[in-house]
């Protein structure tokens, strides 16, 4: 049996197009993820700025990518629990509140990497300023 190819071709860029509209969903719907992505634009700014290596680049990149998954993972979590539930219910809480928690814990490793990654440079240029 042969497939048809370009039916298949088109279902491949039509999942980029379902992915690209649950990005925009959730950054319009969602304050956090606002939040996380202006970070995101500061963040990169100062690599800018202050000239980083592709290391720490990388750093970041990767940081910022883990932290904005984490954010459309509970956002699809937090809808989908809220459709099967709409009523207060104690698994309810605890499914969005360990989203929430995934979220967290992604968010302080990238302020951590974020720490390792300017500290050096905010340093040298704060010392600059002094002399």
């Not at 980029?16 to 956090?32: H, W, Y």
């Not at 970070?39 to 800018?48: F, G, I, S, T």
């Not at 509970?74 to 360990?98: F, G, Y």
Request: hydrophobic share 60%; aromatic share 10%.
């Amino acid at each position: 049996m042969v497939k048809n190819t370009a039916v298949g071709h088109k279902k491949f860029w039509h999942s980029f197009r379902f992915a690209s509209q649950g990005i925009v969903s959730a950054f319009k719907s969602e304050l956090n993820m606002k939040v996380h992505c202006g970070l995101a634009v500061v963040v990169l700014v100062a690599a800018v700025v202050f000239r980083l290596p592709l290391a720490s680049w990388m750093l970041l990149l990767f940081s910022i990518t883990l932290v904005l998954t984490a954010e459309l993972l509970n956002t699809a979590i937090e809808a989908t629990v809220d459709l099967i539930s709409p009523e207060i219910h104690p698994l309810a809480k605890r499914a969005k509140d360990t989203a929430a928690g995934a979220v967290l814990l992604t968010a302080v490793f990238a302020v951590l990497v974020g720490v390792y990654v300017f500290y050096h440079p905010v340093m040298d240029w704060i010392s600059g300023l002094m002399s």
